[in-house]
């Protein structure tokens, strides 16, 4: 019995390596081609970015790289959630049509990158239904977030700038999930997805946990949609249209809630309502799993690589967030931290409901 369950332990990891090796090889191929199609970094009259670290700080960024995926393994061995189905037929064909979607609109994003416009979709929104903050077009993508062509080209933005390596990163803040609800009945767990996006991490946690009762949250009615779509398979996953500093939930009705890449596109005193509101909606114990961009100094050797995110990628709030105590944040509105582990670019923050 033992002979077969190493066996098959082998087989596993052999087919994990092929397939996120492809993913990787699939993804940096983008973002070299999409690098040749953009204008270089700088501005004429702007200080010189250089975006190239020294060769030492490359191995250690390389080794951070494999370190993540090394992680992602060794949560999937422990049986933490399933490992990634990548190269379904149906999931290539659409790797493909996601690829012409993203190249198709690789020199609409670096106009606005080069020309500085990260605010052009606020001519088309309507204001009175949005904050002034959340109307940007981070990323300098098109149709910021409230479109459903932004929606649609969203995960393959990421996986492109991220080299393939985005989907591991969220899979490690479902290790942390898994971890703080070790022992629990996923029925009786029921837990809220906030900044749900396109439902790309709704989707990995309802894989882990089929039976849990989930609930995504975003403040983009297209995202919503498209999340929807993702999730429709499992009758207990709805997915509501919502603001992270005012939820529509009712005091103490959560057991656990997880937040993936929201809180470095909130101003400060949002970050506050939405900790605060966040404290209000889970139960006592509750869990709360963190997943940001790492700030600096969290991985100095990384340190480089996220200097130029506030203007190659219209991020208006990054410099706050880079000087945010989010330990001492959470912890004014009642949280203790559990456990926090970095993930390649990645920062992942598991806090506990007092």
């Known amino acids: 019995m033992s002979l077969v369950g190493d066996v098959g332990r082998i087989a596993g990891r052999a087919g994990y390596t092929f397939t996120q090796s492809a993913r990787v090889a699939w993804y940096a191929s983008h973002y070299l081609a999409a690098r040749r199609m953009s204008k270089p970094f700088d501005r004429p009259g702007e200080p010189k970015f250089r975006p190239v670290a020294p060769e030492g700080d490359k191995r250690r960024i390389r080794q951070a790289f494999i370190d993540l995926f090394a992680t992602d393994r060794a949560n999937i061995d422990a049986g933490l959630y399933p490992a990634p189905g990548d190269l379904s037929v149906a999931k290539i064909l659409r790797a493909f049509e996601d690829s012409l979607r993203f190249f198709r609109d690789v020199p609409r994003v670096d106009e606005r990158r080069v020309e500085r416009r990260g605010a052009e979709v606020r001519s088309n929104a309507d204001r009175s239904r949005y904050p002034a903050y ?84 975003d403040l983009s009615p297209a995202y919503a949609d498209a999340a929807r779509a993702r999730v429709k398979s499992w009758r207990q996953a709805e997915v509501v249209v919502g603001q992270a500093e005012a939820l529509p939930f009712a005091d103490a009705s959560l057991d656990a809630l997880t937040c993936v890449y929201l809180f470095h596109e909130l101003p400060p005193r949002v970050r506050r309502d939405t900790a605060k509101e966040i404290a ?16 600096t100094g969290d991985a100095p050797d ?38 926090a582990e970095l993930a390649f670019l990645t920062k992942i923050v598991r806090f506990r409901r007092a």
């Open 302 to 339: 990384l340190d480089r690589m996220i200097e130029y995110f506030p203007v190659g990628f219209h991020e208006p709030f990054y410099g706050s967030y880079q000087q945010e105590d989010f330990v001492a944040l959470f912890g004014e509105a009642g949280f203790r931290v559990e456990e």
């Open 134 to 217: 959340y109307l940007q077009n981070f990323h300098y993508q098109t149709g910021g977030w409230l479109t459903e062509e932004s929606a649609e080209l969203y995960d393959t933005q990421v996986e492109v700038l991220f080299a393939g390596a985005a989907d591991a990163m969220r899979r490690i803040a479902l290790g942390s999930l898994a971890r703080g609800l070790k022992g629990k009945d996923q029925r009786g767990v029921k837990l809220l997805d906030l900044a749900c996006g396109n439902g790309r991490f709704l989707t990995q946690i309802l894989d882990a946990f089929p039976r849990m009762p989930v609930t995504g949250l």
């Open 280 to 295: 209000r909606v889970l139960k006592p114990g509750g869990v709360f799993v963190f997943a940001d961009s790492l700030q």
